[in-house]
């Protein structure tokens, strides 16, 4: 199954900038607070259940509470568990200084992500516009609440944020294709299309040929799209090499598709996102043993944000090879760190009749 990967807008502290907050705190002259520090380097690692560990023990040792607590909850969204995400994010916010610091904003857009995560998305637009009140040029609060309010329903309250959000950057291309993502899932599509058009037409004579491809590739103008993306193959990037293999694909080329994904990795630094399209090209050609090996080298380079995603599309490569027996060790062993997948657990049903 493809899945378009997305990053949340919200979340856009990294555990790198965590430390350095923690540091300005006083870190470096507080050894009490070592659980919570390696708490976030686990995090950066993406071993979100030794991350836990670690921000439990913090909780124990009485270190930083505020910071204990949102590094809980961003272990626990990187497992799934948006549940317990929650609780812990309003615990780190109960802990916060009584202002609101660019740390306690921050947090708010974590609770806000775990609460869509679940299906709240009225809880997810109060705290949009809680944001928004305080800062009314917020382009991301803008766009977060409009999807929210997709989500229930309210069109036409959902374009007037989207709108506001473009107004605040309207040369944000990556913005303006989000929102037409949003809008495509909740079943406006067309409509979402008209403002990828007038991006284009306001913006065409600055655009670069990269950006028309992407362009017409959301369009589903796909022979423009490649057109405009073909002379990128043996460049070094790997969004437009991505958006080209895509676009052969929905050509019904995946020959050259995988070509475009092995070019790219031919010639440039490793990518776990070019390995997991160039798995899935290959599954989709019969090309079982090839796709393994794709999703190992993927899962090789280590923490990504594909991560979780290669080692699904492992397991079920596997499967099609027939290794069975491969395939339910691995998926004890993913379910052991993504217990809440629900794909998996569906998969694992799968698996336990062979």
Known sequence: MVVRQKIIRAMRMSAVVFAAVLLMNGCEKAPENTNLLAGMQLVEAYDFQGALESFEAALLNNEDMELSYRGQGIAYMGLGNYAEAETAFLKSIENAQSRPTALVYDTNYYLASAYMKQGKYADAEKIYSAIIGLRKKEKDAYYLRACAILRQNRYDEAVADFEKAFDLDSNDLDLVI?????????????????????????????????????????????????KYLDPFVNKNDAKLSMILGQTYEKLGDMNYAAVVYQTYLGTNEPDAAIYNSLGICLVHQGKYDEAVEAFESGIAIGASDYLQQLK?????????????AQAKTMMAEYLQIYPDDAQAKKENEFLRTR
């Open 312 to 324: 699904f599309n492992l397991i079920v490569a596997n499967e099609y090879t027939g290794n069975f």
């Open 178 to 226: 989000d929102a037409y993502v949003e809008m495509q899932a909740a079943g406006f599509g067309e409509q979402g299309k008209t403002y990828i058009q007038e991006f284009m037409t306001k913006k065409e004579k600055s655009l670069d040929d990269g950006e028309k491809g992407v362009i017409n590739y959301y369009l589903e103008d796909y022979e423009s799209a490649r």
